[in-house]
């Protein structure tokens, strides 16, 4: 059978950048996305490639989808997991029900989602998994305490999935974008002109620095980052985080 590759959160954004890179590559892909309409749009992009609605903060859904897909599709051998959320705010001034919003699916959902399909790789000792993170992991954003904190969890719980599931030759990754031209990138902008050049020079009383390369990153900036570590030409690297955000972390 077909090997199949799932891409999570595919209706927009990278998610749906990464989806179309990979069935460009000539992966066979079967997507998923809470949002229905943005997830059939996103498959008829790429010529109505299977696509199921999925929330991943439902443990049972998740293990109901992949064992569908996998029954009605083929064997998941690779996953893109790209579902994630953005919620900004102090630390002192968000409150517990956005705290636990942003790690149900940031954390606990993205947990679902390799628990499920990295047991199913396992039993069959082959596969690739690469996480799509941020580096607000693993610098302090003022602003961005819930959403870093999540992220720095996903890559740690990456690293050790990494390191679990090498004796069985399955090879777990993450992608750190920077600031990645999305819906979710623009909705934290006052306005177009103003949230760019911010981005890019860097804000100085947020203690944010800009992006050394000069330009934001487009989708498929981190799509091809996602391909390229699912593939055999990444076939010796496992438990990294390759960053993609133009250099705006110092590497810190």
């Known amino acids: 059978m077909t090997e199949l590759t799932l891409v999570t959160g ?22 998923t996305d809470v949002d229905e309409a943005a997830l059939h749009e996103t498959s008829h992009l790429i010529g109505g490639q299977p696509a199921y609605v999925l929330d991943v903060r439902d443990t049972a859904e998740v293990e109901r989808v992949i064992s569908t897909i996998e029954v009605g599709h083929g064997p998941i051998t690779h996953l893109a997991h790209v579902a994630g959320v953005l919620v900004t705010g102090s630390i002192l001034d968000t409150g517990p029900a956005a705290w636990q919003q942003v790690f149900d699916v940031n954390v606990h959902g993205t947990v679902n989602v390799l628990r499920t399909a990295g047991a199913i790789m396992r039993k069959r000792q082959h596969g690739a998994i690469v996480v799509v993170g941020s580096n607000a992991a693993g610098v302090p954003r003022a602003g ?3 959403y870093g904190a999540s992220k720095a969890a996903v890559s740690m719980i990456v690293r050790v999935l990494g390191l679990e599931l090498a004796p069985f030759g399955i090879r777990a990754n993450v992608v750190a974008p920077g600031s990645t031209d999305t819906a979710m990138q623009r909705s934290l902008w006052r306005d177009e002109e103003t949230g760019l050049r911010t981005v890019l020079s860097g804000d100085p009383d947020s203690f944010k620095v800009g992006i050394p390369l000069g330009r934001i990153a487009e989708p498929s900036d981190i799509a091809d980052a996602v391909d390229f570590l699912l593939s055999e030409r990444a076939r010796h690297i496992t438990m990294q985080t390759l ?3 133009g250099g705006a972390t110092l590497r810190a």
């Open 10 to 31: 595919a209706g927009s954004g990278i998610g749906r950048a990464t989806a179309l890179t990979l069935a460009k590559a000539g992966r066979t892909v079967v997507l």
């Open 144 to 146: 961005m305490g819930a």
């Open 243 to 245: 960053y993609v955000d």
